[in-house]
T-cell receptor
Framework: DADVTQTPRNRITKTGKRIMLECSQT?????MYWYRQDPGLGLRLIYY???????NKGEISDGYSVSRQAQAKFSLSLESAIPNQTALYFC???????????FGAGSRLTVL | GNSVTQMEGPVTLSEEAFLTINCTYT??????LFWYVQYPGEGLQLLLK?????DKGSNKGFEATYRKETTSFHLEKGSVQVSDSAVYFC??????????FGTGTSLTVIP
């Protein structure tokens, strides 16, 4: 099994629908991140969490919310999806004190 | 603030050609610098890193040297292979341990 697992891998939905992307990890890392990847824009940080009780907004948090249900689980929600949220979403983890991110395989979301 | 600028792609090379992907950065303090690689359909993987000035990171034939005087961390490989086709991201980790990524450079190596 992958160290960082994202579900679903692909999702097509309609404008206005609520969507949840889930991330789970087996690395035991305390820090978890959600990034969005768009062509020509690279990766942009949406939210990050340093532990279960610590949630922080990133560069582009508007229109998104997150939940850190357990140390190993970090989910990203779009309450009312819109077409410009069509993108590839990555979850990443990091152990505090270590300077390396471990990424999941990505969740491709299309909002029609 | 912190930011990373890397050369625009896409880059297309013939097998065994020399590769350079330019990366420059702006940062406060003393950041760590990284190259990540994304193969088709996969997440990003760490390729190499350097944590202080003049350090050279290397892996799988790729190298990059942390140049503080020119604020650069250019990625090089002497002889690329078809299997090196991927998107390459330059990144830095600065104060507060936040990561900042470049826009990515797509490399295609043709036989």
């Amino acid at each position: 099994d992958a160290d960082v697992t994202q579900t679903p891998r692909n999702r097509i939905t309609k404008t206005g629908k609520r969507i949840m992307l889930e991330c789970s990890q087996t690395k035991g890392h305390d820090r978890m991140y959600w990034y969005r990847q768009d062509p020509g824009l690279g990766l942009r940080l949406i939210y990050y969490s340093f532990d279960v009780k610590d949630i922080n907004k990133g560069e582009i948090s508007d229109g998104y919310s997150v939940s850190r249900q357990a140390q190993a689980k970090f989910s990203l929600s779009l309450e009312s999806a819109i077409p410009n949220q069509t993108a590839l979403y990555f979850c990443a983890t990091r152990q505090s004190g270590a300077n390396v991110l471990t990424f999941g395989a990505g969740s491709r979301l299309t909002v029609l | 603030g912190n930011s990373v600028t890397q050369m625009e792609g896409p880059v297309t090379l013939s097998e065994e050609a020399f590769l350079t992907i330019n990366c420059t950065y702006t940062a406060t303090g003393y950041p760590s610098l990284f190259w990540y690689v994304q193969y088709p359909g996969e997440g990003l993987q760490l390729l190499l890193k350097a944590t202080k000035a003049d350090d050279k990171g290397s892996n799988k034939g790729f190298e990059a040297t942390y140049r503080k005087e020119t604020t650069s961390f250019h990625l090089e490989k002497g002889s690329v292979q078809v299997s090196d086709s991927a998107v390459y991201f330059c990144a830095l980790s600065g104060t507060g341990n936040q990561f900042y990524f470049g826009t990515g450079t797509s490399l295609t190596v043709i036989p």
